[in-house]
């Protein structure tokens, strides 16, 4: 699981005065949640390649396709 210190900087950034601890955790969840997406799309596209390496362009293809 990602660190939930992290989103509780990113929600304060976005303007929140206060951010509860199950928040945070709540938004790190989701985001976890899309970059697992976006990593399994990228790692399909690179095999679709006939590649082993996900390079940076999978991974923008993925975000692409997955509307990211």
Not at 48 to 66: M, P, S, Y
């Given at each position: ?42 790692v399909a596209l690179a ?22």
């Amino acid at each position: 699981m990602l660190s939930s210190a992290a989103f509780e900087r990113i929600l304060k950034r976005a303007g929140a005065k206060r951010v509860s601890e199950e928040a945070a955790k709540e938004l790190a969840n989701v985001v976890e949640q899309k970059l697992l997406e976006v990593a399994k799309e990228a790692v399909a596209l690179a095999k679709h390649a006939g590649r082993k390496t996900v390079i940076d362009a999978d991974i923008r293809l993925a975000r692409k396709n997955l509307g990211v």
